[in-house]
Nanobody, 123 residues
Framework: QVQLVESGGGLVQAGGSLRLSCAASGLSISFQAMGWFRQAPGKEREFIAA????????FYADSVKDRFTISRDNAKKTVYLQMNSLKPEDTAVYYC????????????????WGQGTQVTVSA
């Protein structure tokens, strides 16, 4: 069974940057797509970004487009989320997820999830 472990979260001032990492371990099965989601207190989990296995296709939520960049290193079984120009409204727990079938913006299409990493952006 594949496990996903996020890291890189923390506290940052508005306008700052963070890079999240998500490392996969366990069975060496490649996900067709990897995604990042986030959930703020009292809110539903929302889609942030996704990337295909080859890295040739990416999706972004409008709220993070031009500020966040998703990438992956298949040799390291790791996906990254570079977050720039962070805003207080980006504060949330960030989750990575893997999908065995195809790239998607829908959380229900993802098969494996990490435990999440907290990102807090102060004003």
């Amino acid at each position: 069974q594949v496990q996903l472990v996020e890291s890189g979260g923390g506290l940052v001032q508005a306008g700052g940057s963070l890079r999240l990492s998500c490392a996969a371990s366990g069975l060496s099965i490649s996900f067709q797509a990897m995604g990042w989601f986030r959930q703020a207190p009292g809110k539903e989990r929302e889609f942030i970004a996704a990337i295909t296995r080859s890295g040739d296709t990416t999706f972004y939520a409008d709220s993070v487009k031009d500020r966040f960049t998703i990438s992956r290193d298949n040799a390291k079984k790791t996906v990254y989320l570079q977050m720039n120009s962070l805003k207080p409204e980006d504060t949330a727990v960030y989750y990575c997820a893997g999908c065995y079938f195809s790239i998607s913006r829908r959380s229900e299409d993802y098969n494996s999830w990490g435990q999440g990493t907290q990102v807090t952006v102060s004003a």
